[in-house]
Nanobody, 125 residues
């Protein structure tokens, strides 16, 4: 699986952005997909995740209520809609894919098998 994230940019606080992650591979629909971010000098952190069936979605406390993860298996694409952006959301955002990820591990970067190159989101105050 190859992943390509896009949609980042420079916005002002309160604005919205939608990130996209296009995946190659016919088995996309079976993978758990996650969005992570990494700010300068900080560790990579979980942002949102979605299981293959798209029924249940998971968010970090810092983005819950502002960000929405979704996926379109027909298009092999996962999205991250980001609303009410804050300066502390500034980071490089990565999408990731993993197979056979159990729920308790979904927030751990180490369990994901494939990673995109990241897209930079900068939120000015």
């Amino acid at each position: 699986v190859q992943l390509q994230a896009s949609g980042g940019g420079l916005v002002q606080a309160g604005d919205s952005l939608r990130l996209s992650c296009a995946a190659s591979g016919r088995t996309f629909r079976s993978y758990t997909m996650g969005w992570f971010r990494q700010a300068p000098g900080k560790e990579r952190e979980f942002v949102a995740g979605i299981r293959w069936g798209s029924v249940t979605k998971y968010y970090s406390d810092s983005v819950k209520g502002r960000f929405t993860i979704s996926r379109d298996n027909a298009k092999n694409t996962v999205y991250l809609q980001m609303n009410s952006l804050k300066p502390e959301d500034t980071a490089v955002y990565y999408c990731a894919a993993g197979n056979s990820i159990i729920l308790s591990q979904l927030r751990a970067p180490s369990v994901y098998d494939y990673w995109g190159r990241g897209t930079l989101v900068t939120v000015s105050s």
